[in-house]
């Protein structure tokens, strides 16, 4: 974990898993037609959909509290909770802009890993 989190590899995993969260959460109401006929009905399944959350929660919470000791910036952390925020108003409040509000929250949290990496890379503590 240690060699992970000094080579940036958490923030970058972060990113992309963020990344593929806000599109995966974009694209399925245009294409969760289409699934089926190329075999990717699973894709629009709750269970993936979870998952996909419960990584980026993992990989973001690991990532964060593991480089704030080095930069001592809160900006990261709060730009994750409100991604996260935005996914769960998107779910459970707001389900009629769920389509808007988990793809903002992908993107937020994509910026969050962005804004981590970056710190990480300009402290000057050093790893």
Not at 77 to 82: D, E, G, I, T
Not at 84 to 101: D, M, P
Request: overall charge positive; aromatic content about 8%; hydrophobic content about 55%.
């Amino acid at each position: 974990m240690k060699t992970l989190l000094r080579a940036g590899r958490l923030d970058q995993l972060g990113m992309i898993a963020s990344l593929a969260c806000a599109i995966h959460c974009a694209a399925l109401p245009l294409v969760a037609t289409l699934l089926p006929l190329v075999g990717l009905e699973f894709l629009a399944n709750p269970t993936v959909e979870m998952a996909m959350i419960g990584l980026s929660a993992i990989v973001g919470i690991g990532s964060l509290t593991g480089s704030y000791p080095l930069h001592k910036k809160l900006t990261p952390m709060l730009v994750l909770l409100a991604g996260f925020s935005f996914i769960a108003l998107g779910h459970f409040l707001f389900e009629t802009a769920e389509a808007v509000l988990v793809p903002i929250g992908g993107f937020t949290i994509a910026a969050a890993h962005y804004l981590n990496w970056r710190g990480r890379r300009t402290c000057k503590h050093g790893d």
